[in-house]
């Protein structure tokens, strides 16, 4: 039996800028949606929408057959599983959709621990901003048993414009922190690209046109465009979220023995931006760093 829109009844856990689209969308497509957040402002956020939002998570639970939790790391998955556990909330939750972004390790823990609970765990992880799961235009890396994606899948239909299944364990987890890394040093260069055709007297609109119509155009360049035109860093995607993504980068590339000295200087531009106090700031603000030169890494030495 799949996870149909007229038979089944989700809760979700995490209303933020990327969580509070993603339910929505799913209770737009006649989900029976149960949402909370421990931020009263965040379900407030939620306004009128086909969301019924509850001010306690085990009522968002109870209430519910598979359960969406869509939060900031692995200690408010854990922390949440606490509180459901203590208030007997997960006895009737058939399933779980993590689409938080956790280390491998911590995922791995998280499986052993739903499999203790009776619940099947499906890692889903996103690649996209708030504004394109608005849109439906994210895509979706899922790992765990397949039978169980199969089962998931129409719940996966009506978040994303795709998604598919890498493997039995920790594979989307993996992805994800690769592919966020692969974000944040793209982003940088991009920055880097923009500037020197600056310093050359290229318009930056001008060269960002140049680059959609290059060999390394991409779909996150082009959404990136408009905030370095307009030098406008209304957050999509926040420098707080990046400078979380690459330091777990480095701890899981410390974990299995690689090295990433690429990452490990954007790692400390982003830093230095967070710095400036421009955690809340879309992480394309790194472009404005460069206007304060004694600011970046190195400078001085």
Known sequence: MTYSADTTRVGFMGLGRLGRPIATNLATDGYAVTGFDPDPAARARMGSSAVRVTPEASQCAASSQVLITCLRGSDDVHATLDLLSRAGSLVGIEALLDLSTISPGDSESL???LGEEGVSYLRVTVSGSAQA???RQISLMCSGDHEHYKRCAPILDSVGRS???????????????????LVGVGLASLIESVRLAEGMGIDRQKFLDVVAQSAVSSPFFHAKTPALVNR???PAASLALMVKDLELAAA?????G???PLTDFTRALYAACDAQGWAERDFACLDE????PDKLPGAGE
Not at 163 to 181: C, D, I, R, S, Y
Not at 252 to 256: E, F, H, L, T, W
Not at 289 to 292: P, R
Request: proline share 2%; aromatic share 8%.
């Open 289 to 292: 760093l460069y206007d304060q």
């Open 133 to 135: 799961a608005a849109a």
């Open 232 to 234: 406008d860093y209304t």
């Open 252 to 256: 899981v590339s410390a974990d299995v």
């Open 163 to 181: 998604h598919m299944w890498l493997g039995p364990e920790e594979e989307a987890k993996a992805a994800k922190v690769a592919v966020n890394m």
């Open 258 to 260: 690689t090295t990433l």
């Open 111 to 113: 499986a052993r621990r």
